[in-house]
Nanobody, 124 residues
Framework: VQLVESGGGLAPPGGSLRLSCAAS????????MNWVRQAPGKGLEWVSA????????FYGDSVKARFTISRDNAKNTVFLQMNSLKPEDTAVYYC??????????????????WGQGTQVTVSS
């Protein structure tokens, strides 16, 4: 099983980045996919989730209306489009797979699979 995130990097405040997470080794379309982040010196923060078919999406209050989660089950990939980035969005972003909805959950043990993370830095 692998979850491999990509697309992180440096962006200016107000800028955009698009993260991708490529999955392999499990039935991707059967899992709710999530993005969870960890800012420097802070705990995990749940960011967003998308249902198995992509019809339902969920967001944390801090990213609502700025971030958009989507998935392509044919390509076993989940995306996070991040717009209007703020310095406080600086964090390592992880994708995580769960057999059921885990809105707001940051306990790693509640997820079935977890990626290695990609760094996002928002700075001028």
């Amino acid at each position: 099983v692998q979850l491999v995130e990509s697309g992180g990097g440096l962006a200016p405040p107000g800028g955009s980045l698009r993260l991708s997470c490529a999955a392999s080794g499990f039935t991707f379309s059967s899992y709710v996919m999530n993005w969870v982040r960890q800012a420097p010196g802070k705990g995990l923060e749940w960011v967003s989730a998308i249902s198995t078919g992509g019809g339902s999406t969920f967001y944390g209050d801090s990213v609502k209306a700025r971030f958009t989660i989507s998935r392509d089950n044919a390509k076993n990939t989940v995306f996070l489009q991040m717009n209007s980035l703020k310095p406080e969005d600086t964090a390592v972003y992880y994708c995580a797979a769960a057999s059921r909805l885990r809105v707001g959950i940051t306990d790693r043990s509640r997820y079935d699979y977890w990626g290695q993370g990609t760094q996002v830095t928002v700075s001028s």
